[in-house]
C-alpha cells in the first residue's frame, strides 16, 4: 500500500510538473506584471467627464412611447445627449438602444466620418491628428470584453501615447481607449495571466474549461507535491548526499525544488486554487446581483415607464443641471431622476442628496423578505466585501444584515435608492477563497502599500523559483525517456 502511494504522489507530481511548468511560470511572471498594468479599459469616471452637458428642454416624446418601438422588455433608462439633441438610452435584452426624445427616432449607426466627429470631440487636443483606423465587426485583442457592443470604428489619435478609440456603432459612444503603453504591457500581463489570446478567447467554453481543468490539474500537483516533499523531509539529517548528512535525499536543482516547494509550496497551491475558484466552476456560489424580488422589493414595485411624462423628465434634468447623463430610478413606487451625486423628483422637480435615511432603512425590511435586519449600519469607507481599490465604487453605502438561512447582506445607494450589491455566506466565503488567496487583499494589508506590494512579489519570486528549478530535470527525464523509446523501436525493427 505504502509503495502504492509513493508511486501515485511521485508520477503525479512528476508529469503533471512537466506539462504544466511553463504555464505555472507565465501565470508567476504575469501576475506580478498585473500588479500595476491590467488590460486597457475606459473608466466611468473617464467616461462621464467627456460625455456632452446634458440639455433635455427640446424633449417632447414621453419614455414609454419612444420605447414602444424596442423589442423586449425595458429595464433602464439613462437620458444624455447625442448631436446636440436629447436622447433616450433604454436598457432591453443585455443592450442599448438610443432613441431621440425630440422624435422619437432611433440614434442611426455611426459613420466613419461621425466616430471620428465623435474622437475629436473626446479628445479635443488632437483633433488635427486623429484618423480613421478601421472597422471592427468582430473581437480583437482589446475588444474581447466589450464584443457585446460590437461592431466599432476604431480611431487613432496620432497623439505620443498612440492612443486608440474604439466608438460603438450602435450608440455612437467611445467605449473603450487604448495607448501603446498599456497594449503593451498587457501581454506579459493581463493576457498572457488569463490566457487571453483572441483566437483562444473567442471560444468562450474552450476557453472557460481550459483554464478550470488545468488549475485543477496544477491543484492536485501541488497537493502531491507538498505531501511528498514534507514525507521525504528529515529534520533528524538520515540522508547522506557526499558522505554528508542531508534533511533531503536529493541533489543539484531537485535539492533547491525540495526545499523552495517547502517553503514556497503552500503558496503556490492556493494561487493556483483560488485561481481556479475566479472561474467560479460548477456554478458553487450565488451572484452578488441582487434577486430581481428583492429589487422589486426595496424600489416598491417592478420598474416601470408608465406615468412618467416628459415635462417631469425635462423639469428634474434641469433641477440636476448640470449634469453629462441622467438614470431613472424608482423608490417606494414613486420615480426620479438620479446623477452621481443628487437625485430629482419628478413629482416636483426637488432635489436631494439622497433618499431619506429612515425611507431607506423602512425598505430594508421589505427587501428581506419578511426577515426582519438583524444590523444595519452607514458605511463612510469600504468594508471587507464591498471594496474597491480604485475607489469607483460609491459612497456612502447602507449596509443591512438578516438572520436568514443565506445570511444575506444588501448594500444600497442612498442616492439611487437601490441595492448594488448582495452578499450571502457562500459569496463572502468565495470572497476569501478567491479574492483573499489570489491577490492577498486582505485589510490588514492590501491598502498598505507598499507593505502590499512587497509581499506579493517576494512570495511570486519564491513561487516563480520553485518551478524554474524544475525546467533542467525536466528536460533530462524527457530526453532520456526519448532515448529509450528510440532504443526499444530499435530493437522492435531488427
Known sequence: MRVAL?????YTHRWLGIVLGALFIGWFVSGVVMMYARMPRLTPAEREVR???LNFSSATIDPATAASAIDGRVSALRLGMADGR????FLAGGRWHPLFADSGEPLPPATPEQALA???RFAPAYASSARYDGYVESPDQWTLETSRLLPMHRVALGDPADTRLYIAVATGDVVLDTTANERWWAYPGAILHWIYLTPIRRHSYEWGQFIIWSSLAGTLMCVAGLVWGVWRFSPSRRFRLKREPSRSPYAGWMWWHHYLGLLAGAVTLTWIFSGLLSMDPWD???STAPTAAQRNAYSGGTWTLDGISTASLVR???ALSPATELELVRFRGAAYLASSTAVASLDDGAVQPTFDRGALLASAVGAGGGVAPEDVAWLDEYDAYYY???????????RVKYHDPQRTWLYVSPVRGAIVRKEERLTRLNRWLYHGLHSLDFPFLYYRRPLWDIVVIVLSLAGLALCVTTI???FHRLRRQWIRRRKYEGRGTN
Open 472 to 474: 533542467a530535470p525536466a
Open 118 to 120: 465623435e474622437a475629436r
Open 316 to 318: 428634474a434634468a434641469a
Open 6 to 10: 509513493t508511486r501515485v504522489l511521485i
Open 388 to 398: 474597491d481599490r480604485d475607489g469607483e465604487l460609491p459612497l456612502p453605502v447602507l
Open 86 to 89: 436629447p436622447l433616450y438610452r
Open 51 to 53: 460625455l456632452p452637458t
Open 284 to 286: 458553487w456560489h450565488p
